[in-house]
C-alpha cells in the first residue's frame, strides 16, 4: 500500500449558515494566488458548493461521503489529491456531528483537524463556550482552532479569545463584510457559471480578508497528514460502444464529476446536449436527464418543442433513459414553476409536478433497482403527483418511512433520486445498457 504526505485542514461549523463555504473559498484563493496548488472536497452529495469551490481554488473538487461512496473510494480520493497538492482542504456539511456518517466521522477517519467556523455576531464569550463543547464532544477528534465570522470589532475578537483554552486557539477573526458572502436561492448557493465574474471579485476580496487576519500564518503550521492508498475494484468496459447523451445546460447541471469518469471508465462515448437551447437530439443509445433548475427554465424548456418532440420519440422506441429530480420533472406532462405559472414538459410519464416555496424533501437514500442497489439522495422543493405507481421506493439512511418513488416506464427509469454511480458500476451500466447481463 501507497503512502504520501500532505498538509491537510476540515473546514467545519456548528450549524449551516455559519459562512464554512466562504472560508474555504476565501482560503482557496488565497493559497491559490500564492502559487499552491489547493485540492478541495466537499462533505455529502452537495452540488453547489463544489463548483464554487472549483472556481475558487482552479481544481477539480468532488463530493465525499463514506455512506454513499464508500470508505475505500474516499480514501483513494485523498491519496490521489495529496499526490499533487499543496495542501488539501475538506468543507464540511451541517453542523460538525449532523447526520450519520457526519463530517466529524471523515475528520476522525482520515485524522485530518478541525478548524471551526462560527458566526459570532450577537455572542461573545459564549461562542468561546460552544466551540469548546464542540472540542470536547468525541476523543477522536483533533481540532484546530477558531475562526470567527462576522467579529465585529478587536474589543470583540478579544473577549472571545480571552475564554479560549491554549489548545482551541482563535485562528482568525473575521470582520462583517457582504463584499464576500456568496450568493444563494433556494436550494443552496447559486451556480458557479451564472454569477462567475461576481465570484472573482468576492473571491479576492475574501482572500484579502483571510490574509489581513493573519490566517497564512496558521496555515504554514497545518497538521501534514500520511494518506494511504486503497485497494480500488476493476472496473469493467461493460459500456462499450454505447452512446449516452447527457442533458447539460442552465436547466440540468448537478452532475457527479465521479459519474462521468466512472461512465468514460466503462467505454460509454459521452455527447452533452441541451434541452433548452438545441433544435435536434443526436444520434445516441441512452439518455440521461440529471438535476438541476427546470423550474427557473420551465418556459424556455417547453418552447423548444422540437427537442421535446425528439425526446418522446427517443423514449418510443424502447431506449434507455435514466431521468434524476430535474430530469424527473422534465419527463412529466408540465412543470408549474415558482410563479405558479404551469408549462408543458416531454410527456414521457404521466403526471405533473410542482414547485412548493421553502419546504422539501432531502436526504440519502439507497435505489433499490431491479438492476441492484445504488447509492443515492434527494434534495428537492417540488412535489409529483397523479404519477403511476412505482417499481419500488428509495430506501432511506435511517429512517423507517418509505423513501422517493421510483418509476419505470418502457426503458425509462425515473425518480427524484440523484444517484452516485460509482457505488454499483455494473447496476447502473445495465440501467444504460439494459440488454446488458452481467455476471457478479
Not at 200 to 207: L, M, Q
Amino acid at each position: 500500500m501507497a503512502v504520501v504526505s500532505c498538509p491537510a485542514l476540515f473546514i467545519a461549523a456548528p450549524a449551516s449558515g455559519q459562512g464554512k463555504t466562504t472560508v474555504t473559498a476565501a482560503l482557496a484563493r488565497l493559497l491559490t494566488r500564492q502559487g499552491k496548488v489547493v485540492r478541495v472536497f466537499k462533505t455529502g452529495p452537495d452540488y453547489l458548493d463544489p463548483q464554487i469551490l472549483q472556481q475558487a481554488s482552479a481544481q477539480p473538487v468532488e463530493q465525499l461521503d463514506m455512506w454513499m461512496a464508500g470508505e475505500q473510494y474516499c480514501q483513494q480520493k485523498f491519496y490521489e489529491a495529496a499526490k499533487v497538492a499543496d495542501l488539501i482542504l475538506v468543507e464540511g456539511a451541517m453542523g460538525i456531528f449532523d447526520g450519520e456518517p457526519s463530517s466529524a466521522d471523515l475528520a476522525a477517519r482520515f485524522n485530518i483537524p478541525i478548524a471551526i467556523v462560527m458566526d459570532v455576531k450577537g455572542m461573545a464569550q459564549t461562542a468561546a463556550a460552544i466551540a469548546v463543547g464542540l472540542a470536547n464532544f468525541r476523543d477522536d477528534v483533533e481540532f484546530a482552532g477558531l475562526i470567527a465570522n462576522n467579529c465585529g470589532t478587536d474589543r470583540h475578537r478579544q473577549l472571545i479569545a480571552d475564554e479560549l483554552p491554549d489548545s482551541l486557539p482563535l485562528l482568525a477573526n473575521l470582520p462583517r463584510s457582504e463584499q464576500v458572502a456568496l450568493p444563494e436561492r433556494h436550494l443552496g448557493l447559486v451556480q458557479a457559471h451564472e454569477v462567475a465574474t461576481e465570484l472573482e471579485t468576492r473571491f479576492e476580496a475574501g482572500a484579502n480578508w483571510l490574509e489581513q487576519a493573519g490566517f497564512g500564518d496558521f496555515i504554514d503550521k497545518v497538521k501534514v497528514i500520511e494518506f494511504h492508498s486503497a485497494e480500488v475494484p476493476v472496473i469493467q468496459t461493460l459500456l462499450n460502444g454505447v452512446k449516452i447523451g447527457i442533458a447539460k445546460d442552465e436547466a440540468f447541471t448537478f452532475i457527479y464529476a465521479a459519474n462521468i469518469r466512472l461512465l468514460e471508465t466503462m467505454g460509454a462515448e459521452l455527447v452533452y446536449f441541451s434541452p433548452l437551447h438545441d433544435q435536434h437530439l443526436a444520434e445516441v443509445d441512452a439518455l440521461w436527464l440529471p438535476g438541476g433548475y427546470p423550474e427557473l427554465h420551465a418556459q424556455g424548456l417547453a418552447q423548444n418543442t422540437k427537442m421535446l418532440e425528439q425526446i418522446k420519440q427517443f423514449f418510443s422506441q424502447d431506449k434507455p433513459v435514466l431521468a434524476e429530480c430535474g430530469g424527473f420533472l422534465y419527463c412529466l406532462q408540465t412543470l408549474t414553476d415558482l410563479d405558479g405559472q404551469q408549462y408543458p414538459m416531454a410527456g414521457l410519464l404521466a403526471g405533473h409536478g410542482a414547485m412548493r416555496g421553502r419546504s422539501g424533501c432531502q436526504g440519502m437514500q439507497a435505489a433499490l433497482l431491479p438492476e441492484g442497489e445504488v447509492r443515492a439522495h434527494a434534495h428537492h422543493r417540488s412535489r409529483s403527483e397523479q404519477t403511476p405507481e412505482p417499481i419500488t421506493h428509495g430506501v432511506r439512511q435511517r429512517h423507517p418511512a418509505p423513501g422517493e418513488a421510483i418509476y419505470r416506464e418502457r426503458q425509462l427509469t425515473a425518480s427524484y433520486l440523484h444517484l452516485f454511480f460509482p457505488s454499483n458500476a455494473s447496476a447502473v451500466a445495465q440501467l444504460f445498457r439494459p440488454s446488458l447481463k452481467v455476471v457478479s
